[in-house]
């Protein structure tokens, strides 16, 4: 069986360098044989990749296809923190995605801008990226992120 990194790799993917705090608080813990990440956010090269609510059809606001691509975006960060903790090789499976999207009113779809996270955490790990999930509808994210993203996976 590859490695998690070469099947990162056969992807195309590359996991950035962890994202550094923007607040008291550490990426990631260790408690046993679970990895908790913060909530991450669809930093991209330090900046904030999307921003502002997700919403159907609204001028100046963000479609779900952009907020699902923020999704995924966390979830690459979210493993990056796990990367720098731990080591992305020793992840045995992905536990549960709990993902959060500033909606604007009456946007019920937070589901499907979710998927953005469990679809690349299923491209990357298979059967062991099969994981619980919640996925909520908020009014505000931090610096105004459409989308937020935290992770539990078990390691070696």
Not at 110 to 127: H, K, R, T, W
Not at 130 to 145: F, I, M, N, Q, W
Request: proline content about 5%; charged content about 15%; aromatic content about 4%.
């Amino acid at each position: 069986m590859a490695t998690w990194t070469e099947r990162l790799a056969e992807l195309g993917l590359t996991l950035p360098a962890a994202v550094a705090p923007l607040a008291s608080y550490t990426p990631a813990v260790r408690t046993g044989n679970l990895v908790y990440t913060s909530g991450q956010l669809p930093m991209v090269d330090g900046e904030l990749s999307v921003r502002g609510k997700v919403s159907h059809g609204a001028e100046g606001v963000v479609k779900p296809e952009q907020a699902r691509a923020a999704a995924r975006i966390c979830a690459i960060n979210a493993l990056a923190a796990v990367n720098a903790l731990v080591g992305i090789d020793s992840v045995v499976r992905v536990v549960k995605v709990v993902g959060f999207v500033a909606s604007s009113p009456g946007f019920c779809d937070q589901p499907q801008v979710i998927n953005g996270a469990s679809d690349v955490l299923g491209e990357i790990f298979g059967e062991a990226g099969v994981h619980a999930r919640s996925a909520v509808g908020v009014t505000e994210l931090p610096l105004g992120a459409s989308v937020e993203v935290e992770l539990i996976v078990e390691v070696a």
